[in-house]
């Protein structure tokens, strides 16, 4: 689903945010993506939704190699996927209904089918009685719930969240990462950025490591030592 060979990113500015990294993620998978602030978690995201474009390399996503992608191809591509932000982006002057349904209208549904995907996405994250609400009325954790049904919604078969429990407390990370478990559980991958290395730990998924755009580490990650 998510193959990176090589890949280097290297900024106008001339640093270099990544430096030759490798990896494959198979479809269904769910991963971690951790390291310092600055280490290239958000740059790395960026390429695969062709927000930024490598340096060197090849990225290939879906199997569709994205340093071949003409530009009238990337609204296709972004289209499967779905991404949720720590801050996530919702606008106020709209109910969480028209928030979820964006990503539809742009792709030109029916109003019908609209209706049917954002109550479909919507259940899913527990919020289905809250379609009228404008998101500013709810909490924290429900606003993240309301930005993870917009990036679910038009079934992308790879979703990313970057920080996506950055302002939450542990309770409620868990709830989210929770979420995201679920629907890996139905076959979606699932990359997820966190430096929340206690809760990362807990979920006992494949973790990437980053450090200053290396890949340090890709595998579980160790047990912590208890006592001596
Ligand atoms: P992380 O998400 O792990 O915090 P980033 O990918 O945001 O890391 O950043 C990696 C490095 O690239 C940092 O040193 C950052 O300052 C730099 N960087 C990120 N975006 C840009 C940009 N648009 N132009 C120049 N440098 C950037
Ligand atoms: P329909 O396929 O009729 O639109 P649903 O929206 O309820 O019905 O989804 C059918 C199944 O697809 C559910 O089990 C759902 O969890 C799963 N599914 C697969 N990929 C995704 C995705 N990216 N987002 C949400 N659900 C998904």
Wanted: no cysteine; glycine share 10%.
């Amino acid at each position: 689903m998510i193959s990176f060979s090589q890949v280097s990113k290297r900024y106008p500015t001339g640093h270099e945010a990544l430096g030759g990294i490798s990896f494959d993620i198979e479809p269904a998978e769910m991963v971690f993506l951790t390291g310092h602030s600055g280490a290239g978690k958000s740059t790395l995201m960026k390429l695969i939704m062709l927000m930024e474009r490598a340096s060197t390399g090849q990225v290939i996503i879906g199997g569709r190699n994205l340093n071949r992608m003409r530009a009238s191809q990337i609204p296709f591509h972004r289209r499967q996927v779905g991404v949720v932000f720590q801050n996530h982006q919702l606008l106020f002057d709209r109910s969480v209904f028209e928030n979820v349904a964006l990503p539809l209208q742009v792709a030109g549904f029916h109003s019908r089918e609209v209706g049917r995907r954002v109550r479909a996405a919507l259940d899913k994250v527990g919020l289905l009685d809250k379609e009228k609400l404008n998101p500013i009325t709810l909490s924290g954790g429900e606003q993240q719930r309301v930005g993870i049904a917009r990036a679910v919604v038009n079934k992308p078969p790879l979703l990313l969240a970057d920080e996506p429990t950055g302002n939450l407390d542990p309770a409620l990370s868990a709830e989210i990462m929770k979420l995201f478990a679920q629907f890996n559980a139905v076959g979606v991958t699932v990359m997820i950025a966190s430096h929340d290395l206690a809760l990362v730990r807990r979920l006992r998924k494949r973790v990437l490591t980053l450090a200053n755009g290396s890949l340090v580490h890709d595998g579980l990650l160790p047990e912590p030592q208890v006592g001596g």
